[in-house]
């Protein structure tokens, strides 16, 4: 099972990126997605959930309302589009897949290998 982020980058305060995770080699039917970040010096904090189908979605109290997590499952790919970053979004993004969306990191079972986003003020 391999999960591959990608899309960060360094962007200004205010400006948008749009993150994506492909997963392949999961073969055991539905999975629900994850975004998780880690900071330098903090630990690793809940971004965003979605469950398979789609709809039942989940978000951290600092990135809602900016935030968007979406998946395209016939592409076995999913989303985060950020808009509105602030400096305090700067993090490694990862991704992960587990049986249930959760906020709860333990709860996934495979991981990407993060993704690099740093807002500039």
């Known amino acids: 099972v391999q999960l591959q982020a990608s899309g960060g980058g360094l962007v200004q305060a205010g400006g948008s990126l749009r993150l994506s995770c492909v997963v392949s080699g999961l073969t055991k039917g539905h999975y629900d997605m994850g975004w998780f970040r880690q900071g330098p010096g903090y630990e690793r904090e809940f971004v965003a959930a979605?469950?398979?189908?789609?709809?039942?979605?989940s978000y951290g109290d600092s990135v809602k309302g900016r935030f968007t997590i979406s998946r395209d499952n016939a592409l076995n790919t999913v989303y985060l589009q950020m808009k509105t970053l602030k400096p305090e979004d700067t993090a490694v993004y990862y991704c992960?897949?587990?049986?249930?969306?959760?906020?709860?990191?333990?709860?996934?079972?495979?991981w990407g290998q993060g993704t690099q986003v740093t807002v500039s003020s």
């Open positions: 979605i469950a398979w189908g789609g709809v039942a979605t």
């Open positions: 992960a897949a587990g049986p249930r969306s959760s906020w709860d990191k333990t709860d996934y079972g495979y």
